[in-house]
């Protein structure tokens, strides 16, 4: 049996057959819109009479170099009689003549991005005949214009704008602002004058033959499928090139044969609120292109029920029947034609992040879809744009236009941000401290930025990756942030950035989109989303419900921990110690710890960061009152505290070079004892060197060789603890001991540390509820885990590191150079700091967590990178029995939906 090419709009029971019932089968195999005009057909909606070429076709027609497959010709023509016989017209006959448009149409909506031909079978003749037939004149040349305007710029790839040009001449000379206006004479020449043009860009004569109308139409409907904006919206929106597109030949039917005719798009919800009501736009007398290539000013579809009020109201009726068929808002296309309506498509319509919770909320309520399909219909990157400012599109779309789009980097934090330069953060804090709004640029961040990036609106940087410093403070704080754009040029000499030719100095304004990574010159209008959005709360309540993975934030502070309760953590998965040493009260103190030889020296110190820590604790506590805290003693190396040693060699070299030049004596003595000073912590920083600092002398390395130090921090925990429990606080402690690797480590740091906590619940006379664990960061420590586990109540993947020691390979130098080419080649599927290697790191996670329980079946085990708050690392970590995910409280929200998905996808499956 021949293979089948060619499906009738009424035959959709066919395709199902063939492809073994599966709609979404059906949608890939006829295409988003062939489907649809099929389904249309079957449920009595009015439709024009037509059929659909399939995507195996298109694929066929690729995959032989162009070539059309075996068969489909003939039966396109076979169709068309059919058609013929439907309508009681002939294509290509002059005496009654059959016109009809070339859709493209694939499995998923790409708007705009291939071709569409309308009006085929026109030429003189069948011109002529149409004439006869309607007596309108202008109307007939109307439509030929444009079948000789898209056959040029589709079919032959001729530059739209110089038939634009030719209506714009017409226009001016006739004295008229719209085409509607322009006369049959005038549309009579205008086409004779396309006609032209086409044969001078393409060296041939417009065919008049229909049928070589039609072949050629649909073979470049097929080719669009492989055209650059069709490829570039498929990268964009994730979605497969090895699908193709059908076409769809449809019966015209016109929408500019008076004013008893029109043509619009709508929706039957709105696109932008999600509230219940249709809108969309018309045009009396036109065609579908007039409605969006914004050419002639719309009218609301409102208008249409005063205008043609019978129309109107069964326009609502398709509208709620659509609706309730598709379960799901619809984007619709429409033609009236001497006051007949006919629906062109219909489709699941494009939405905001706020219309889609409501959408999803209000048709849970309604009955039309569950509380749990709601919540799969909620995308977790949607609820990303409730945490934070936006820019508007017309705001972007604006910037564009004159040229305010600077440069694109690593969309590491998601929002906008509109701010005066500010080259460090210092500079950042005192101008935010005047009340200035300031963004942060630096070539990359260090943890003794971080108060410039509190005080910032928002963070750019030249160099670093998806987990670099910047990136996880930016996260953690919720400030938008654009990274690794290495196509800053920032001079600090002269206090300037350079990029795309343009100068931005320090104080000039500047606008950054850290959700699409992009880097404006100016202030960008932002509109500012609210996350207390009633529909928003709804579906997560819904989504806590079907969740069975817990999620956690990481936070360091009382107010991160009170707002990471607010959007729904429960508890703190990671409170990084480290952060709370960069204080301008507690520095001097670490740097006296660091820098003294002397043990005396070294406990006054930790005696005096003692109180800081211990009420830094007290807050975490109260705000987290009865859910756990699970705090990592100091992680970094101890340099990370202390200057860089390239910037002290330079100061060194300055003062040097001021005391050959000093005037008194009093300048000399002064230099002198500056020199002494700096030499002295040089000295230290240079004792303190590593060539591999990752993976040197930190974390429980570190408590080992200076047990003072986490001895004091565990002190400072547990006297917390006490504390606000005698305030009537239920306080759940975890200290986590980082980066071990053998179990012996952790042996001998938990023994330690563990007497000390005893000693101070002794000295309180409380006991509370603790837990001691640790970080898996190493490959060896997953492997070893059922060891760990002796000495462990808790692990917590530190999937940062951990896939940094797995792959071997540096985050920040990957991210900024070869990593991105990985991804483009395909060498790697994602970037695996932004998403967890399943088959590398997920492995590792999968043996330390049997192994594991396998000595301690109630081990707790949770993950505390940054991929805690990543979809698709969540759907990963609840496949694996996770019994949480921890990320930075802004994406807690993202989190708990990202779970309820994996867990409903979970149970699907099964």
Known sequence: MAKKWVYFFDEVDKAEEYLGGNWEDVRGFLGGKGANLAEMTRIGVPVPHGFTITTEACNAYLDSKETIPEGMWDQTKEALKMVEEATGKNFGDPENPLLVSCRSGAKFSMPGMMDTVLNIGLNDETAKGMIKLNGDERFVYDSYRRLVQMFGSVVMEVTDEIFEEVLTETRAKAGVETDSELSADEWKKITNKFKVIFKKQTGRDFPADPYKQLQMATEAVFKSWNGKRAIDYRNAADIPHDLGTAVNIVTMVFGNMGDDSATGVAMTRNGSTGEKHIEGDYLVNAQGEDVVAGTRLTNDILQLKDEMPSVYSEF?????????????????????????????????????????????????????????????????????????????????????????????????????????????????????????????????????????????????????????????????????????????????????????????????????????????????????????????????????????????????????????????????????????????????????????????????????????QRDDFAGLFRAMDGLPVITRLIDPPLHEFLPNHIDLMRELTDLKLRLQHAGTLEDVDDLLEQIRKKERILKRVESLREDNPMLGLRGVRLGIQIPELTIMQVRAIFEAACIVTKEGVEVHPEVMIPLTSHANELKVQREILESEAKKVMEEQGIEVDYKFGTMIEIPRAALTADQMAEYASFISFGTNDLTQTTFGISRDDAEAGFLIQYMEDGILPDNPFATIDPDGVGVLMEIAIKKGRSVNPDLECGICGEHGGDPKSIALCHKLGLDYVSCSTFRVPIARLAAAHAALRDTKEK
Request: charged share 30%.
């Open 316 to 612: 609502e009726q398709i509208s709620e029947k659509l609706e309730k068929h598709y379960r799901d808002m619809q984007d619709v296309e429409f033609t009236i034609e001497k006051g007949k309506l006919w629906m062109l498509q219909t489709r699941d319509g494009k939405r905001t992040a706020q219309a889609a919770v409501r959408i999803a909320v209000d048709m849970a309520k309604e009955g039309l879809i569950t509380r749990k399909e709601a919540v799969l219909r909620v995308a977790p990157e949607q609820v990303d744009f409730f945490l934070h400012p936006q820019f508007s599109l017309e705001a972007t779309q604006a910037a564009r236009k004159k040229g305010q789009l600077l440069a694109y980097g690593l969309n590491v934090s998601p929002g906008a941000a509109i701010g005066v330069v500010a080259l460090d953060a210092d500079l950042t804090e005192e101008w935010a401290k005047d009340g200035k709004e300031v963004i942060m640029v630096r070539p990359e961040t260090k943890p003794d930025d971080v108060h410039g990036m509190l005080a910032s609106q928002g963070i750019l940087t030249s160099r670093g990756g998806r987990t670099s410093h910047a990136a996880l403070v930016a996260r953690q704080f919720g400030k938008p942030a654009v990274v690794g754009v290495s196509k800053l040029e920032i001079d600090m000499g002269k206090r300037h950035i350079i990029v795309k030719n343009s100068i931005i100095h320090e104080g000039d304004w500047i606008s950054i989109d850290g959700t699409a990574g992009e880097v404006y010159s100016g202030k960008l209008k932002t509109v500012v989303p609210d996350i207390e959005d009633p529909y928003l709360m709804k579906i997560l309540s819904w989504a806590d419900s079907f969740r069975t993975l817990g999620v956690w934030a990481n936070a360091d502070y009382p107010d991160d921990a009170r707002r990471a309760r607010k959007y729904g953590a429960e508890g703190i998965g990671l409170c990084r110690t480290e952060h709370m040493f960069f204080d301008a009260e507690r520095l001097p103190h670490i740097h006296k710890m660091i820098m003294t030889d002397l043990p005396i020296e070294r406990r006054e110190a930790l005696d005096a960061l003692l109180p800081f």
